[in-house]
């Protein structure tokens, strides 16, 4: 913060909003000309962006950015264009697409924004804890941030953990694209599936149980059962981890309620009666907004809920509306 003080912010928030002024007048003006570090100063917009409605808000955002990924072809596979790439360059284009695989996934979670990728839209390969290996110099030689040995082996374990947090948004991506029970023609969107009629309620339950609960079983408990960190009693690199560990479980709990409302949705409009699907769903939403509105609760508790993407504000706002709703109807 004393940086900060220092250009003349008084908070942090501030200073988020003129740097992102800034970046949207260099991307107005069509200053850069990489096209890689346009679609990243894209992405990170789209999380620094407070609006999550209206004109040019994230979802705005995050669109131009998959635009300009698909333009610059990071959705295929080197091999299709060229060889002769470093694999530093392979791994950096790998990296960018995987953010916007994720970013497209909170938008359409955040909103009633549509998904705009789908499996069969790229060629490539999933994220791997090589992909997020330091860069090296034209010699070979590791290249870090710091020169002293200590801090060098600090900076390995904390990129390590984001990497690792990065990888699961990844593999969600992937489970909440596709049903390994069901096939249909057009997508495997979720959301399609979840449209369907109540004979395929039985495999629906089993890709909610199997697909969904593994993956949450896959992650390291270090991940599953990781604390809210306060602002004054970890260092800001593990706030960082603690807090995308914390969004990672709110992303899944947003997909699972999600999940249900789009299916107690469909149950209603075609007037179909299954009690059992009824209260299964209504269970399994109750459970996940609960957990998104206490982990907000908590990260708000402990003074570090700036730090977390303005989507998750869109996530806590949604459990909510979805908790009272629940809450009139059984008054009634």
């Given at each position: 913060?004393?940086?900060?003080?220092?250009?003349?912010?008084?908070?942090?928030?501030?200073?988020?909003?003129d740097?992102?002024?800034?970046a949207?007048?260099?991307?107005?003006?069509?200053c850069?000309?990489?096209q890689c570090?346009?679609?990243q100063?894209?992405?990170?917009?789209?999380?620094?962006c407070?609006?999550?409605?209206?004109h040019r808000?994230a979802?705005?955002?995050?669109d131009?950015?998959?635009?300009?990924?698909?333009?610059?072809?990071?959705?295929?596979?080197?091999?299709?264009?060229?060889?002769?790439?470093?694999?530093?360059?392979?791994?950096?284009?790998?990296?960018?697409?995987?953010c916007?695989?994720?970013l497209?996934?909170?938008a359409?979670?955040?909103?009633d924004?549509?998904?705009?990728?789908?499996?069969?839209?790229?060629?490539?390969?999933m994220?791997?804890?090589?992909?997020?290996?330091?860069?090296?110099d034209?010699?070979?030689?590791?290249?870090?941030?710091?020169?002293?040995?200590?801090?060098?082996?600090?900076?390995q374990?904390?990129?390590?953990?984001?990497?690792?947090?990065c990888?699961f948004?990844?593999?969600?991506?992937?489970?909440?694209k596709?049903?390994?029970?069901?096939?249909?023609?057009?997508?495997?969107r979720?959301?399609?599936?979840?449209?369907?009629?109540?004979?395929v309620a039985?495999?629906?339950?089993?890709?909610l149980?199997?697909s969904?609960?593994?993956?949450?079983d896959s992650?390291?408990?270090?991940?599953?059962?990781?604390?809210i960190?306060?602002?004054?009693?970890?260092?800001?690199?593990n706030?960082?981890i603690?807090?995308s560990?914390?969004f990672?479980?709110?992303?899944?709990?947003m997909t699972?309620l999600?999940?249900c409302?789009?299916?107690?949705?469909?149950?209603?409009?075609t007037?179909?009666t299954?009690?059992f699907?009824?209260d299964?769903?209504?269970?399994?939403?109750?459970?996940?907004?609960?957990?998104?509105?206490q982990?907000i609760a908590?990260v708000d508790?402990?003074g570090?809920?700036?730090?977390?993407?303005?989507?998750s504000?869109?996530?806590a706002?949604?459990a909510?509306?979805f908790?009272?709703?629940?809450?009139?109807?059984?008054?009634?």
């Amino acid at each position: 913060m004393e940086v900060l003080e220092q250009e003349g912010f008084k908070t942090r928030q501030q200073a988020r909003r003129d740097f992102f002024e800034r970046a949207r007048l260099l991307y107005d003006f069509n200053c850069e000309l990489d096209q890689c570090t346009v679609v990243q100063s894209l992405i990170m917009m789209s999380l620094a962006c407070d609006r999550v409605s209206g004109h040019r808000d994230a979802s705005y955002w995050a669109d131009v950015a998959i635009s300009e990924a698909l333009r610059a072809k990071l959705h295929l596979d080197l091999a299709y264009i060229s060889p002769c790439y470093p694999i530093d360059v392979q791994r950096l284009r790998r990296r960018i697409w995987w953010c916007c695989c994720i970013l497209d996934n909170l938008a359409s979670l955040a909103t009633d924004h549509t998904p705009k990728i789908s499996e069969g839209d790229f060629d490539v390969l999933m994220l791997e804890e090589t992909d997020f290996h330091p860069l090296t110099d034209v010699y070979g030689n590791t290249r870090y941030h710091s020169c002293d040995d200590r801090t060098r082996h600090d900076e390995q374990i904390n990129a390590k953990d984001l990497a690792q947090v990065c990888i699961f948004q990844a593999t969600l991506w992937t489970v909440g694209k596709r049903n390994p029970q069901i096939s249909t023609s057009d997508d495997n969107r979720l959301y399609d599936i979840l449209s369907q009629s109540t004979p395929v309620a039985g495999q629906l339950f089993t890709w909610l149980d199997r697909s969904l609960v593994q993956w949450y079983d896959s992650l390291p408990s270090s991940i599953r059962d990781s604390a809210i960190p306060s602002s004054d009693g970890h260092n800001r690199r593990n706030m960082a981890i603690l807090l995308s560990q914390a969004f990672l479980r709110m992303v899944y709990h947003m997909t699972i309620l999600k999940a249900c409302q789009s299916r107690l949705k469909n149950l209603v409009e075609t007037e179909i009666t299954s009690f059992f699907e009824i209260d299964f769903c209504q269970l399994l939403a109750d459970s996940s907004a609960k957990h998104i509105i206490q982990t907000i609760a908590a990260v708000d508790d402990k003074g570090v809920g700036r730090f977390l993407p303005p989507m998750s504000r869109s996530f806590a706002l949604l459990a909510a509306n979805f908790k009272a709703s629940a809450t009139l109807k059984q008054s009634h």
